[in-house]
């Protein structure tokens, strides 16, 4: 899978919107873009994902530039609960079969 | 829904001792998938399993680590041998049929001194 490469960190402040941007130049055509986020002590926590159109649920809108080699997750009014590793990653295949890596990832502040 | 279930949430062994890690995935979940976690690799993909059946062990040590899933309710990791390189928070996740996401688990804390 294609590398990605995020910001460190970034800050907030609560209700505030925050861009999380991904950049992922070598993504292939039939690579998904998935973010997950974690808090301490606990697992990873699926976000949302996208190939090619922008998509929204109910945490957060994935924007997906029309070269797809880059992204930004929107999350808006954040919340304390949102203070997270926030970790962008690629995958092949969306089915059950495709395992996830992923490194470091974004930290996120949230600060009331 | 109480999610997926990891026992022990802790565990200590002593250098050369066996670890068996426990893993209750969602019900009706047909995959179910362990990871290892530590701050310098990140996440690592050790094996999955599919309606039970073992489809990839790419990630595991081959000597020493071993996983099962005997039944649908429950999947074990087993380190024999443990290693203080082995310590790291082991990671369960279970997903639906061609679902789109992993449910994870708390995870087990191993620590080997």
Same mark, same amino acid.
């Given at each position: $899978?294609?590398?990605?490469?995020?910001p $460190?960190?970034?800050?907030?402040?609560?209700?505030?919107?925050?861009?999380l941007?991904?950049?992922?130049?070598?993504?292939?055509?039939? @690579?998904?873009?998935?973010w %997950? !986020?974690?808090?301490?002590?606990q697992?990873? @926590? %699926?976000v949302?994902?996208?190939?090619?159109?922008?998509?929204?649920?109910?945490?957060?809108?994935?924007?997906?530039?029309? $070269?797809?080699?880059?992204?930004?997750?929107?999350?808006?009014?954040?919340?304390?609960?949102?203070?997270?590793?926030?970790?962008?990653?690629?995958?092949?295949?969306?089915?059950?079969?495709?395992?996830?890596?992923?490194?470091?990832?974004?930290?996120?502040?949230?600060?009331? | 829904?109480?999610?997926?279930?990891?026992?022990?949430?802790?565990?200590?062994?002593?250098?050369?001792?066996?670890a068996?890690?426990?893993? @209750?995935?969602i019900?009706?979940?047909?995959a179910?998938?362990? %990871?290892?976690q530590?701050?310098?690799?990140?996440l @690592?993909?050790?094996?999955?399993? !599919?309606?039970?059946?073992p489809?990839? $062990?790419?990630?595991?040590?081959k000597?020493?680590?071993?996983?099962?899933?005997?039944n649908?309710?429950?999947?074990?990791?087993?380190?024999?041998?443990?290693?203080?390189?082995?310590?790291?928070?082991?990671?369960?996740?279970?997903?639906?049929?061609?679902?789109?996401?992993?449910?994870?688990g708390?995870?087990? !804390?191993?620590?080997?001194l």
């Amino acid at each position: $899978d294609a590398k990605t490469t995020q910001p $460190d960190s970034m800050e907030s402040t609560e209700g505030e919107t925050v861009h999380l941007p991904c950049s992922h130049a070598t993504i292939s055509g039939n @690579e998904y873009i998935y973010w %997950y !986020r974690q808090v301490p002590l606990q697992g990873p @926590e %699926y976000v949302t994902h996208g190939l090619q159109q922008n998509t929204t649920n109910s945490m957060a809108f994935l924007a997906i530039a029309s $070269d797809r080699k880059s992204s930004t997750l929107i999350l808006t009014h954040v919340s304390l609960r949102d203070a997270a590793v926030y970790h962008c990653i690629l995958r092949v295949d969306a089915g059950t079969g495709s395992k996830l890596s992923f490194g470091k990832g974004a930290k996120l502040t949230v600060s009331p | 829904n109480a999610g997926v279930i990891q026992t022990p949430r802790h565990k200590v062994t002593g250098k050369g001792q066996e670890a068996t890690l426990w893993c @209750e995935p969602i019900s009706g979940h047909s995959a179910v998938f362990w %990871y290892r976690q530590t701050i310098v690799q990140g996440l @690592e993909f050790l094996t999955y399993f !599919r309606n039970q059946a073992p489809i990839d $062990d790419s990630g595991m040590p081959k000597e020493r680590f071993s996983a099962q899933m005997p039944n649908q309710s429950h999947s074990t990791l087993k380190i024999q041998s443990t290693q203080p390189q082995d310590s790291a928070v082991y990671l369960c996740a279970s997903s639906p049929d061609w679902g789109w996401e992993q449910y994870f688990g708390p995870g087990t !804390r191993l620590t080997v001194l």
